[in-house]
């Protein structure tokens, strides 16, 4: 654990003044970076903690820095393993790049018992001399906690939104805040993340709450919120590592995640075959699915001129169905026969895996279909009718001259005359 130094600037600055040094010559000022900037919460007994010390130049000049440390108890040893810091500017490519003058080191301390301690760090360089300090409370920890989940593995499709519950529980007197930290982990023989236009396509986790309140000995729950990207070639198994940390103690579990099931639609219609006679329309409906999660527009067309849709721009849904109707108008020069009609179904020009074709019916009945060949202007179905209508002219004719001759046939009565 790291935290920042309080500063000491100079020989009579005990508390904490930045005193001014004459251009030209060297002097320095320390800080320790880090989380909490003055004080460190460690576990009792901790070995080897460390803070990172950094020597930096008030002046832009450079020099060297001799450090010390040294504590209020022996029961918290603290040291430097590389006490001369050097003191120099990096190298300056641009006149507004260059950087104030700075070197670095770590010091390292154990604690061996519970306390509040202060740790005096001392720097020097020719006649200066400074102080930091840094105040320790050390802890002794109390109980421990489990964390786990009753999902162990798990299956994702691209576009999925999922929760895995995550429970926590408290023993041996432990309370405290517990912080969640869930981590999606590449495996040696996953394929990379999909990276596309610098942004990485790959799960995403999240905890909610992050930070879960346990009381003494008590539980308490959160969720790991879990997003796959609706278009990923980051196929394979992930490995979630879900950490868990409260009071110096660190536990955590894994889960097995597959993304798998590329997200797709598919096209049908009902019914697949239409009969339409010269010169009429038929319909079909045209019905999209959806599966694994898919979610777009989906544009419908096709390169007859006999075809047309109720609505050729479909918004389809996750995993839900959408419907259009499909029209054909014959016209009446049509040949007898079966045909197929190509309906193309896709989301755009430039993700040619999500384009999807159908082949519907259209059979056109011998008896209802017209010719290219016209006498006076009329097709077979309307030179049918008039043969019907000459046929039965000439029969009613014909018909009428055998009546009439027959009837001439016969005797009349005799007239009496008076």
């Known amino acids: 654990m790291q935290s920042t130094v309080v500063v000491s600037h100079g020989h009579a600055a005990e508390d904490g003044r930045f005193l001014s040094t004459p251009s030209g010559e060297f002097d320095f000022y320390l800080l320790a970076d880090g989380a909490n900037p003055e004080h460190q919460h460690v576990p009792a007994p ?97 109980g421990d906690f489990t964390v786990s989940s009753s999902v162990t593995q798990l299956v994702i499709h691209p576009g999925m939104n999922t929760t895995v519950p995550v429970l926590l529980t408290g023993r041996d007197g432990f309370s405290g805040n517990v912080f969640l930290n869930p981590t999606f982990v590449c495996p040696f023989h996953t394929p990379l993340p999909c990276l596309v236009n610098g942004e990485i396509f790959q799960p995403s986790v999240s905890a909610d709450p992050a930070t879960v309140i346990l009381a003494v000995n008590g539980t308490g729950k959160s969720l790991l919120r879990i997003r796959a990207p609706d278009y990923c070639c980051g196929f394979g198994t992930y490995i979630l590592m879900v950490d868990a940390y409260g009071d110096f103690r660190d536990r955590s579990f894994n889960i097995t995640v597959t993304n798998s099931a590329f997200p797709d639609f598919n096209i049908s219609t009902n019914p697949a075959s239409i009969a339409v006679l010269p010169g009429g329309s038929g319909s079909s409906t045209l019905t999209l699915t959806s599966y694994n999660n898919f979610e777009h527009a989906v544009y419908l067309n096709s390169y007859s001129p006999l075809v047309s849709f109720s609505s050729a721009t479909l918004t389809l849904r996750r995993n839900a169905t959408i419907t259009s109707t499909l029209t054909l108008r014959i016209p009446t020069t049509t040949l007898p026969g079966r045909y197929n009609i190509t309906i193309f179904a896709t989301i755009g020009r430039y993700e040619p895996e999500y384009n999807h074709t159908l082949q519907v019916t259209l059979v056109v009945s011998p008896l209802a279909t017209s010719t290219r060949t016209t006498i006076l202007g009329m097709n077979p179905i309307q030179l049918y009718g008039l043969a019907a209508l000459t046929t039965a002219i000439i029969v009613g004719a014909v018909g009428w001259v055998a009546l009439r001759r027959k009837s001439s046939n016969i005797r009349k009565p005799a007239r009496f005359y008076p």
Do not use: D
């Open 46 to 142: 901790v070995y080897e903690e460390f803070s990172q010390i950094t020597a930096a130049s008030t002046n832009s000049s450079n020099g060297l820095v001799l450090l010390s440390a040294s504590s209020n108890s022996s029961k918290l040893i603290p040291w430097i393993p590389n006490p001369t810091v050097n003191v120099t500017a990096p190298p300056c490519h641009q006149v507004y790049s260059c950087y104030t003058p700075y070197g670095r080191t770590m010091l390292l301390y154990n604690v061996t018992e519970a306390g509040n301690y202060n740790i005096t760090i001392t720097g020097t360089s020719e006649s200066e001399l400074h102080y930091a300090h840094i105040y320790v409370l050390a802890t002794r920890p109390v």
